[in-house]
């Protein structure tokens, strides 16, 4: 009797003890174990063309994440985690009791808002969702080399989307929020920082003349069985790009398509020798110096020429004397190359750069 006494003392003493003076302690565990601060996301900012049309958007969706340490006990319910996430029961199991010390790991990203739902409402200790975004492409493939892609952490990765990732990307905010033992929100508490979303990237496209050249080149490219081909419209007046096309093309939304080969911007990445489409221009320079008319002579016999002693250029037959109105109607090679070589240097330059 003495001792359940001495007990009872004690265990009173004890309660007096945790309730006045070691309170603040209790208190902060309590939090602890109920508040949480929470990032919260910013979605990327769209990409349109000149008129406004949707080229890239973000859509939300939730990410399951999991604190491994707090799984323990619920370890027998990974078959109706592993059917609720859609993934393998000895793949989920593994990714999880490979990263036993860890806090935070993801188990599935950007999920369907209401299949995430789903999982959270198993109630399984240890689980969470965060809200992420997913980049959307609604022309698909017709932008694809333009627009680019980014990555599953929204980040951009080729074209666009990596250009202007800094002007793109939204910058993330926190708040606290109170959790139940699920690590369910029950409730936002406090806002800490708000989200700031990325901003509008307007672009000089006009979305109907990127699908007609678009369309075009395909059927080119199919027609002349070429292995690939590229179109580049320009505003003659702003040097804006209206168009800009290649073939073979990939469908952005399809992560499986993002291969080297089909993601390269050929029109802008590849090096190609501009041919006869340069020889207005050489006459434009020669027109321009004054040294030229358009009726001036050239003699083009016998058809062929010999630059710095080892190029030859050659003219498919042999034209002899001819104007330069018929040089550039013929597209003479050998005559092209007799003016280019009589103009200066800073002439010829002067006008390309004039071009643009």
Do not use: C
Not at 51 to 77: C, F, K, W, Y
Not at 159 to 177: D, P, T
Not at 303 to 308: D, K, R, Y
Request: negative net charge; hydrophobic residues 40%.
């Amino acid at each position: 009797m003495v001792g359940f006494a001495l007990m009872a003392v004690a265990l009173e003493g004890r309660l007096l003890y945790l309730q006045a003076v070691d309170k603040e302690f209790l208190s902060a565990q309590g939090d602890s174990r109920h508040l949480a601060n929470v990032n919260i996301s910013a979605h990327r900012g769209p990409i349109t063309d000149r008129h406004g049309e949707m080229l890239a958007v973000s859509t939300p969706v939730d990410s399951i994440a999991a604190d491994p340490q707090e799984m323990g006990p619920a370890m027998n319910r990974l078959a109706e985690l592993a059917l609720a996430l859609g993934m393998g029961e000895s793949s989920l199991a593994r990714k999880i009791t490979s990263n036993p010390d860890r806090q935070f790991i993801w188990l599935r990203r950007h999920m369907r808002p209401d299949l995430a739902a789903q999982v959270m409402q198993l109630g399984i200790p240890g689980i969470e969702t965060r809200r992420e975004y997913h980049r959307y492409y609604p022309s698909g493939e017709v932008t694809s080399h333009v627009i680019g892609f980014t990555n599953i952490d929204d980040w951009g990765q080729e074209g666009l989307e990596l250009a202007f990732n800094y002007y793109l990307e939204g910058k993330e905010g926190s708040k606290r929020v109170l959790r139940d033992r699920f690590r369910r929100t029950i409730q936002d508490v406090e806002l800490i920082d708000p989200a700031q979303p990325g901003r509008t990237l307007a672009t000089s496209l006009d979305l109907r003349l990127q699908y007609l050249a678009y369309r075009e080149l395909k059927q080119a490219v199919q027609d002349n069985g070429a292995n690939s081909g590229s179109i580049v419209i320009l505003d003659v007046e702003t040097g804006e790009v209206l168009a800009m096309v290649n073939q073979p093309s990939y469908n952005p939304n399809d992560g499986a398509q993002r291969k080297p080969g089909p993601i390269r911007n050929r029109a802008v990445t590849d090096i190609f020798e501009p041919g006869s489409s340069f020889k207005p221009f050489v006459v434009a320079a020669a027109l321009e110096s004054g040294r030229y008319q358009a009726d001036s002579l050239i003699d083009t016999s016998p058809g062929f020429v010999e630059v710095s002693g080892s190029v030859v250029i050659k003219d498919p037959s042999n034209l002899g004397e001819i104007d330069v109105t018929t040089v550039l109607a013929k597209s003479s090679n050998v005559g092209m190359t007799k003016i280019a070589l009589g103009l200066g240097q800073q002439d010829l330059w002067t006008v390309l750069s004039d071009f643009g």
